[in-house]
């Protein structure tokens, strides 16, 4: 009988045959192998961590009637953080039904592997804030499902540095705030510089330093709303499982709109 060893993210599982668990593995090689994992579903089975979303596994599978079946695994990283926290595996649960989604092309997969080991491992951290770790997530999400936007600066060369604009949807570019700039922007959403200049770090960041910064309430308000939404409309699908932790967060006048991070610089 055949075998194949594989190391993956499990990106969705469901019941199949009542005890078993079909899984879905995003391996490092961009592949996305389905695969049956025998009993899982009974309490008790040595499988049930490894047939878990979101856990990062060695897997050595059977090939039988063309179909896989996960005859060892080991878990490599359980992320057990977000497994204690709604809020964290809710999170956790939205990124990885993005990477499923984008994970249909080979290419766009194996670019998307990295993003997500580093997503959820700091997402995994206590420290971390899990709205922006999605923000992020989605941003970069669209670029490698070939949405990249374009942020330089407004085309009519007139903007001066360091200004807020607006990000069109239609053309998927900023503008200036000139009024004849916002006519040319059409359906758009209005950025201050700091949430420029917190877009613009995680399009250019390496996948390494991508989640090393953080922003003003202010600045995260405004990046949530712009990068759910663009990811939805290039996407064509509404990603609606972080409404249900309907985390509006408080606008604080008192805060800057900087961005703070250690140790990237976001200077222009
Ligand atoms: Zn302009």
């Known amino acids: 009988m055949p075998y194949r ?3 993956g993210f499990v990106l969705g599982s469901s019941v199949r045959r009542e005890s078993d668990r079909l899984i879905h593995i995003l391996t490092r090689e961009g592949e996305v192998v389905v695969a049956s994992v025998p009993g899982a579903a009974k309490s008790g089975s040595r499988f049930a961590l490894a047939s878990q979303p979101g856990i990062l596994c060695d897997y050595v599978l059977t090939l039988s009637h ?3 079946y996960v005859k060892e695994a080991e878990v490599i990283e359980a992320f057990r953080n977000i497994r204690e926290d709604i809020e964290r ?3 956790a649960a939205h990124i990885l039904e993005i990477t499923k989604d984008i994970s249909v092309d080979s290419v766009a997969s194996e670019e998307i592997y990295p993003l997500l080991g580093h997503a959820l491992a700091r997402l995994n951290r ?6 922006l770790i999605v923000s992020v997530f989605e941003w970069r999400a669209a670029a490698i499902a070939g ?3 374009d942020l330089s600066d407004c085309d009519c060369g007139e903007e001066k540095p360091g200004q807020a604009g607006t990000f069109s949807y239609d053309n998927c570019r900023l503008y200036c705030c000139k009024s004849a700039c916002l006519t040319r922007a059409g359906n758009s959403i209005f950025l201050s510089y700091g949430a420029i200049s917190a877009l613009r770090y995680i399009d250019a960041s390496p996948v390494e330093k991508i989640f090393s ?13 712009l990068t759910r939404s663009y990811l939805s409309q290039r996407l064509e699908k509404n990603y609606s499982k972080m409404d249900l932790l309907q985390d509006i967060p408080v606008w604080n006048p008192a805060e800057t709109d900087s961005v703070t991070q250690n140790p990237p610089d976001l200077s222009p």
Not at 126 to 131: A, G, K, T
Not at 213 to 225: A, C, N, Q, T
């Open 66 to 68: 063309d179909f896989y």
């Open 89 to 91: 595996l809710t999170a």
């Open 147 to 149: 949405f990249s936007p």
């Open 5 to 7: 060893s594989l190391r």
């Open 126 to 131: 206590l420290d971390s804030d899990y709205r």
């Open 213 to 225: 910064f953080s922003v003003s309430v202010k600045v995260l308000d405004e990046i949530r709303r």
